[in-house]
């Protein structure tokens, strides 16, 4: 049980174009979902936070109009970022958390994003 | 002082050994406490939770929190070189997301 999903896995775009992420919780319902960042050999950087129906909370200095979030349902969030750069280029990685009291968070595959 | 801290290595040990991974956290409000094993390029898995005092087993490791001293550990018995990887503390403390720590990398050596 508690498998997430990331689609794709794999993304090269010229830069200027969107890259939109997925990111689903296949067995069970998300209450919140989590986007992090990572670049080689460093740590994880948590992005954003989301909550079903509502707008998602961003961490300091991760730009809200550049990496558009949206979950629109239990099973659903997506990543959009918007006018890549190379400097997005980065690993980035989703997880999941089931219930609201419960703090084990699950992590998708993560999606390698290579803007040229 | 970083709130989840990790000794970032490598530590490096022969196969069949004890590994021991340490972590300590600043929040004494914090309640549950996890351990995830990142391979190179791969994202994050959830190895062990733990969420009061004492030893949790299962197989080969055995996690043991100490709130008292803010502390954490992963053991890992009879460590194999599939066990290389980098060991990722998290802490939860009621807030949105997880703590993280930088991670431990560590070597198992055939």
């Known amino acids: 049980g508690a498998v997430v999903s990331q689609h794709p896995s794999w993304v090269i775009c010229k830069s200027g174009t969107s890259v939109k992420i997925e990111c689903r919780s296949l067995?069970?319902?998300?209450?919140?979902m989590f986007w992090y960042r990572q670049f080689p050999k460093q740590s994880l950087m948590l992005m954003a936070t989301?909550?079903?129906?509502?707008?998602?909370?961003?961490e300091q200095g991760v730009e809200k109009d550049k990496f558009l979030i949206n979950h629109a349902s239990l099973t659903l969030s997506t990543l959009t970022v918007t006018s890549a750069h190379p400097e997005d280029s980065s690993f980035y990685i989703c997880s999941a958390r089931a219930l609201i009291l419960e703090e084990t968070q699950y992590f998708g595959p993560g999606t390698r994003l290579l803007v040229l | 002082q970083k709130e989840v801290e990790q000794n970032s290595g490598p530590l490096s040990v022969p196969e069949g050994a004890i590994a021991s991974l340490n972590c300590t956290y600043s929040?004494?409000?914090?309640?549950?406490f996890f351990w995830y094993r990142q391979y190179s390029g791969k994202s994050p898995e959830l190895i062990m939770s733990i969420y009061s005092n004492g030893d949790k087993e299962d197989g080969r490791f055995t996690a043991q929190l100490n709130k008292a001293s803010q502390y954490v550990s992963l053991l890992i018995r009879d460590s194999q070189p599939s066990d290389s990887a980098t060991y990722l503390c998290?802490?939860?403390?009621?807030?949105?997301?997880?703590?993280f720590g930088s991670g431990t990398r560590l070597q198992v050596q055939p």
């Open positions: 998290a802490v939860g403390t009621g807030r949105r997301a997880l703590t």
């Open positions: 929040d004494r409000g914090s309640q549950s």
């Open positions: 067995d069970f319902q998300a209450t919140t």
């Open positions: 989301s909550n079903e129906g509502s707008k998602a909370t961003y």
